[in-house]
């Protein structure tokens, strides 16, 4: 159980020393990325301007305020909640965002499957759990929306954010096939009889 | 009592921003049951980031989540009120778009098949508006229920037969919380349709996971059934956010109807963790934010 602040962009190296229980601080940039980008970028081939090399991907859609473009906002966009979404919708696009854009890190609440652990196995990435809902919270991590691409499938649009001490997140998908959620899951399936059979409901 | 829209309209909007801000009370001591009761370390750390969020949210006057959800109103009625109906669906209608353009919020709702958001929280069908009637005297009550969509996603609807009995219905209940794991953003309140027909029993099971809690289900059978299945799902130990511990669920809260004689329906919908909700009580005295 390690804490490792990292800067990004990564490289394999960082992302492959991460193991299931470690904890992560960011630095630096962060891109928002959900759905309706995801689905624009792999199913009607759109192209993001950004290059996202080594960087964290972050599951969410924030709650902006337009503002006059300043050097604070240079966007037109000041954030005021931005949180983190359930990824698991995401599950199909984890392999092509690392294979075509270099992504790393995926950060989001809930987890996700065995394709993203597959990704994160033959490309060198990590999944970092987010406590969800905590939305008040992560904002305060967040400094400015430094760019924003694809912007007219707001709020589904590719954000970049400059973060400051963006955690602790915890690390719950590693590259060598640890899966806290798949552990848990396990868990709670060899529960379940038992269970059953407390509740007079066995099969 | 004349039920003024204008008055329901700035109501509407008011209810959707106090929703997403302040978790209310009976929420915010499900939190404290269960930090009492959690053993797990991770999930320790997680109720305790969750309450921190709370604190956070309240002092910077932020949305406690990002997630602005479907927009849900649940208007009720009492005695001697005239109103017009019409005139009051619209002005909820407008009451949500101003705040999402006033605020502004983020609009979280698109048309099913084009995808496109209208950037005002507001759509074909949405707001859901629900109207009921109560005996109430010169009383109007607007419940507004901003309903998260990672929690909503766990929803769930089975057309058991009478065979299956309620042992059946129990077993959905527990092999659909196994599913949802950290999905639906535990710990849940997890909402229990029984009988009635396929949409009652989902609206049912909607009424069940956005009731307070410390409420019980007014049927004694219902109620027996609610306590049984919620120590059951603290015994999964899927824990908060999925990632291990006993608070997978504040409650299940179960709600019945009569069905026929050849169904046996069950339906679950998830309310996550941020379960917000906000009340306004409208009387010829003026209006109480409850």
Known sequence: MTHHVLETPVTEAQTRA??????????????????????????????????????ALLHTAPNVRKVPVSNESPTGYAPLCIGTTTSQRMERFTRPVMEREGARIIIGKGGMGDQTLAAFRDLGGAYLAVVGGAAALETTWIEAIEAVDMDDLHPESLWRFRIKNFGPLLVTMDSHGGSLYDRVQGEAKARRAKILAGLGASE | MQLDPKEVEELAKTLYIRALKLLPPDIKRGFERLQERETDATGRAI?????????????????????TGIPIY?????????????????????????????????SSVVHPVTRKNEQTSCGIGVPLIHVDFDGREQTVEIEMIPKGSGSENGSFLQMLIPADGVKAVKRFVIDKVIECGGRVCPPTIVGVGIGGTSDLCMHLAKLAATRPLGSTCSDPEGAKIEAELSEAVNELGIGPQGLGGRSTSFRVHVEVAATHITMNPVAVNIQCHSARRANAVITPGGIDFR
């Open chain 1, 18 to 55: 991460l193991k299931v229980n470690d904890t992560v601080t960011l630095e630096k940039t962060l891109f928002g990325i959900r759905d309706g980008t995801l689905i624009a970028m792999f199913d009607r081939d759109r192209r993001t301007t950004f290059d996202l090399n080594g960087h």
């Open chain 2, 47 to 67: 109720l305790d980031t969750m309450v921190q969020n709370i604190a956070v949210a309240e002092r910077t006057r932020n949305l406690l989540c990002q997630d």
């Open chain 2, 74 to 106: 649940n208007v009720t009625i009492g005695r001697n009120v005239e109103f017009d109906g019409v005139a009051v669906k619209e002005a909820i209608r407008r009451g949500c778009e101003r705040a999402t353009k006033e605020h502004p919020l983020r």
